[in-house]
């Protein structure tokens, strides 16, 4: 199976990353890795370049657009156009304003940046959308990226079925064992063009716990629960989704 998303590059997998990449290729559960700093992206590339079943993915989170000083955010952005070739996808990138509602104007545009370098290269985009799901729809059309991933997905149903139809998908994090928005889109929404992700460290199935890549394992439990299928139908189909949008 494949982790979609996940942040394994982040501090606080440090003291324990080994036991943690240990624990995934033991359960033979691939990561898609996304850096979001200039130091996360250089351990993300040591990652995918000594482990197979590690990728890595780099953009610009929309929390940090109004924390990054002009220069930082153009040497991120450098940094990221530089490492291309060893990238699966650009982002996560994209509008939060849940997080921050107060950089709109700037998160618009450093989304426009990403997904702008992401048509350039004809890289797969993933989009980080809370608050704002329909307006990110919009850019990606406008701008007409072939490939976008809306990640952790937490919108309306309506906008979900909005994105699936333009061509794009959609992929659930490990909230889907505890929320019942999350479970309603579970329900509702095409296997095809879902993909399943933990986003560890955060959102874990687990109180209490940091969440961790092996952790999808129980989010394609649920979702098999949901749906009435065999679990292993949803690894299959999850884990071909996630596949084909990476190219991996
Ligand atoms: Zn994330």
Redesign the pocket.
């Known amino acids: 199976m494949l982790d979609a998303?996940a942040?394994i590059s982040f501090k606080k997998f440090n003291r324990d990353r080994d036991e943690v990449l240990e624990r995934c290729r033991r359960a033979g559960v691939g990561v898609v890795d996304?850096a979001v700093t200039r130091a996360t992206l250089e351990r993300s590339l040591e990652l995918s370049s000594s482990h197979d079943f590690v990728h890595s993915t780099a953009g610009v989170h929309p929390y940090k657009v109004a924390r990054l000083e002009r220069r930082e955010l153009e040497a991120l952005l450098d940094c990221i156009e530089r490492s291309v070739e060893q990238l699966v996808a650009l982002g996560?990138a994209g509008l939060d304003y849940h997080l921050d509602a107060e950089s709109a104007e700037e998160q618009r545009e450093v989304f426009k940046a990403v997904a702008s370098l992401a048509r350039e290269y004809s890289m797969p985009l993933v989009v980080?959308a809370r608050g704002a799901e329909e307006e990110a729809l919009h850019v990606l059309l406008e701008l007409e990226v072939e490939r976008a991933l809306f990640?952790?997905y937490g919108g309306s149903l309506e906008t979900a079925m909005r994105i699936v139809e333009s061509g794009y998908v959609i992929s659930l994090a490990t909230n889907l064992c505890f929320s019942e928005h999350h479970r309603e889109l579970a329900r509702a929404l095409p296997l095809e063009s879902l993909l399943l992700e933990t986003?560890s460290p955060y959102l874990s199935p687990f109180k209490g716990r940091r969440n961790e890549p092996v952790f999808v394992l129980k989010s394609a439990e649920e979702l098999a629960g949901i749906r009435g299928i065999p679990k292993r139908e949803v690894v299959r189909v999850t884990t071909r989704n996630a596949r084909r949008f990476y190219g991996i």
């Open positions: 998303h942040h996304c996560e980080h990640h952790c986003d």
